[in-house]
Every structure is written in structure tokens, then in C-alpha cells.
């Protein structure tokens, strides 16, 4: 990591504490707030929009466009934990408006190179490669820029899944699906989101998790910080005629798969 990095980050976390701390002596808000990752990850999306933001005003690098979006993102997530208003990951989706502004500015600016900064990217090769890994089906890549996904009907049927994600959070319950003989596999991969899993006792799986930032939590394993990653499976895995081969990889966020 960068010197200059960790200086720019530094001053913003303490810009930040100390206008935080101003407005908690100024009865303003409360800053009864547990030292939990729900409360510290829109800190982090702040400083890092604010330093790709900053980058983007020196023209060291960066990008104004999503710099300015994790800014906002951030704000937003660190005011409803500070109860100041109600606003939660899942309604990332509101700020589409975001869209026209960008637009508008990049018009603007007369510049293609700008529009591109907004545009999200989806890498079919490398997600083809971590498929082979599993040596199984290849299922068709869903890719969303934002939102978020449920996978928890009565018998939902479980096939194999290559999901990404720009923005938004998974929650599977596989203990009200239908889970066919054989290896599933599934992939799970997103910029910024958590990705909750419930497996039922009875089928074996086995799990490789990685987040850039964030957390991972497979049963009693637990991995939490920068660029972490995680590998589990049950004991009779490879001897399971049914069973579910999990690949979750994020940048930002929290990823918990509980066996029940």
C-alpha cells in the first residue's frame, strides 16, 4: 500500500471522527454504536469513494463517478446506522436518479472517456476459468450492475448458478430447496454486498470464500480484515453423492454461510 494512500485515508478517518464526535457533544446524533462490520464497512466505502474521488480531481487515477457514488453510498449507510435517516444496502436502488446526473455531466464535459467510468464490466473469461475449477456444468453467468437477489421459496430448485453483481446483497435458504443428486456448484461473485447461506445438516458442501474488505464466516471459521479468504468443507464432501461446491468472491462486504 501506497504512502500517500494511507496518509489521504488517514486524514479522512480523522476528518470524519472529529465531525462525527463534534455533532455526538452537540446532541446532533448518537453515537451509541457497536464496533460491529455492519458499522465500520460504510465507513471504509466512504473513505475509498472520497480517496478515488480525490484521485480523480488531481488526475492521479481514480474515478469521479464511482469515487462520487461510494461517497454518497457510504454517507448514506453511515447516517442510518447514526439513526439519522433509514437506509439500508438494499435500497441502493433508489439512487438511480444518480444515473441522469452522471449522464448529464458527462454530456457536459464532452468527453467519451468519462462515459466509460460508469460503465460496469463483467470479465467472461476469468469467470469461465473459475468455473473449470469445479470441473462440472457450465451455467449461464446472470450479471446484475445493482440489486439484490432471494433465493428462499418453498422447493426452490437449486441448479447450478454463476451470479455477479455490481451492488447488492444474496441470501440463499437451501434448508426449503430442492437440491438434486450430484455436485452443484455455485458461483457468487459482486463488488460490494453480503451473500447469506443457510445449508441444512444434511448435505455436505464445501465453500471457497474471498473479500477483499470485509468479513467471512463459515460455521465457528471466521475471517475478517483485508484481502481474506476462507476454505471449508464437511468431512464426507468427497465421498457425497449430493452435495453443494460454493464460490463466493467480493471486494467490499460480509459473506456467512451457516450449516443448520
Do not use: C
Not at 480531481?57 to 442510518?80: C, E, P, Y
Not at 444474496?170 to 451473500?195: L, S
Not at 465453500?207 to 464426507?236: H, M, P
Not at 457425497?240 to 460480509?254: C, E, H, K, M, Q
Amino acid at each position: 500500500m501506497k504512502k500517500g494512500f494511507v496518509n489521504i485515508l488517514l486524514a479522512i478517518v480523522l476528518v470524519s471522527v472529529g465531525v462525527l464526535l463534534l455533532l455526538s457533544n452537540l446532541d446532533v446524533i448518537s453515537l451509541e454504536m457497536s464496533l460491529s462490520w455492519e458499522n465500520i464497512y460504510p465507513v471504509l466505502l466512504l473513505g475509498i469513494g472520497m480517496k478515488m474521488w480525490l484521485d480523480a480531481l488531481l488526475k492521479s487515477g481514480g474515478s469521479w463517478v464511482l469515487g462520487s457514488f461510494l461517497t454518497i453510498l457510504g454517507t448514506l449507510l453511515l447516517l442510518d446506522r447514526l439513526e439519522v435517516i433509514v437506509f439500508e444496502l438494499g435500497d441502493v436502488l433508489r439512487l438511480w436518479p444518480l444515473l441522469f446526473i452522471y449522464i448529464g455531466f458527462a454530456i457536459f464535459l464532452g468527453g467519451n472517456k468519462r462515459k466509460r467510468n460508469f460503465e460496469f464490466h463483467y470479465d467472461s473469461n476469468a469467470a469461465a476459468q473459475d468455473t473449470a475449477t469445479f470441473n462440472r456444468k457450465d451455467p449461464k453467468p446472470s450479471r446484475m450492475a445493482i440489486g439484490s437477489q432471494e433465493f428462499k421459496k418453498d422447493n426452490w430448485k437449486v441448479e447450478p448458478m454463476d451470479l455477479w453483481n455490481g451492488i447488492g446483497d444474496y441470501k440463499f435458504d437451501f434448508t426449503r430447496a430442492f437440491i438434486p443428486d450430484g455436485d452443484t456448484p455455485i458461483h457468487v461473485r459482486g463488488w460490494i454486498g453480503d451473500v447469506k447461506m443457510v445449508i441444512p445438516k444434511n448435505v455436505p458442501f464445501r465453500v471457497e470464500a474471498s473479500i477483499k474488505t470485509g468479513d467471512i464466516q463459515v460455521n465457528n471459521q471466521n475471517a475478517s480484515g483485508f484481502k481474506r479468504e476462507l476454505v471449508y468443507e464437511t468431512e464426507d464432501y468427497h465421498s457425497a453423492t449430493r452435495r453443494l461446491s460454493l464460490y463466493i468472491d467480493f471486494r467490499v462486504g460480509s459473506i456467512k454461510v451457516d450449516h443448520v
